[in-house]
């Protein structure tokens, strides 16, 4: 089934180590989004990626970053990971017309210690 | 700006009862609406969204949503209620003010369906 897939589903890092969260899509979707949820709160956009082009969100801290080598694959690195990013990070994909609907993947749980 | 309220934090209803999760809606132009639902440590799962034409919209797992134009409402609804719909809802609208049209997320529901 063509689908979002998030790996891992689980990271563990320690405080300011780098971590690279990664998401693939089989929809061949031209936009890639970024989100990132804390708490059951709503999910909050990082960024996003429409073909190679990297819009950022003005609030999104420089400590995250990302990465589109090809269509199918999208990265997240948390270049260096405060008590304050752990989260769930969730990981999407559109086409860009309106009315299209946006898919996410299971998410990435990410514990900081 | 775009924006969608969720005014209830939490929804309590008996498995087999209606249940109504409210959501209304603020935007210039013309509305793209949408619910997700989530369960605990899982993404947002894609459940209906109204973007023309008939005001009921029938998505997933039995759901339905009501587009009100004169009430700015898209409630979501189901006509008898499951214990295993216990989850996050998430009514959202996308912003087709921005450049991108990026997707406006309410604050979310919770639902629980008493056995």
């Known amino acids: 089934d063509a689908m979002v897939i998030q790996n891992p589903r689980y990271q563990v890092t320690q405080f300011g180590k780098p971590v690279t969260l990664s998401c693939s899509q089989t929809?061949?979707?031209?936009?890639m989004y970024w989100y990132q949820q804390k708490s059951s709160q709503a999910p909050k956009l990082l960024f996003h990626?429409?073909?190679?082009?990297?819009?950022n969100e003005a609030d999104t801290p420089d400590n995250f970053q990302s990465r589109r080598p090809n269509t199918s694959f999208c990265f997240l690195d948390i270049r260096s990971p405060g008590l304050g990013d752990a989260a769930m990070y969730l990981c999407?994909?559109?086409?860009?017309?309106?009315?299209?609907?946006?898919?996410f993947g299971p998410g990435t749980r990410l514990t900081v210690l | 700006a775009q924006s969608v309220a969720q005014p209830e934090d939490q929804v309590n209803v008996a498995e087999g009862n209606p249940l109504t999760v409210k959501c209304t809606y603020s935007?210039?132009?013309?509305?793209?609406l949408f619910w997700y639902v989530q369960y605990p440590n899982r993404g947002l799962q894609f459940l209906l969204k109204?973007?023309?034409?008939?005001?009921l919209v029938k998505g997933s797992y039995g759901f339905e949503a009501e587009f009100n134009k004169s009430q700015t409402s898209f409630h979501l609804k189901k006509p008898s209620a499951l214990v295993s719909d216990s989850a996050l809802y998430f009514c959202?609208?996308?912003?087709?003010?921005?450049?991108?049209?990026?997707?406006?997320f309410g604050t979310g529901t919770r639902l629980l369906v008493s056995p």
């Open positions: 999407a994909t559109s086409r860009l017309d309106p009315g299209d609907t946006q898919y």
């Open positions: 929809l061949n979707h031209n936009v």
């Open positions: 990626y429409y073909d190679k082009d990297f819009n």
């Open positions: 935007v210039s132009g013309n509305p793209y």
């Open positions: 109204y973007i023309t034409g008939d005001n």
């Open positions: 959202a609208v996308r912003d087709i003010n921005t450049g991108f049209q990026k997707l406006v």
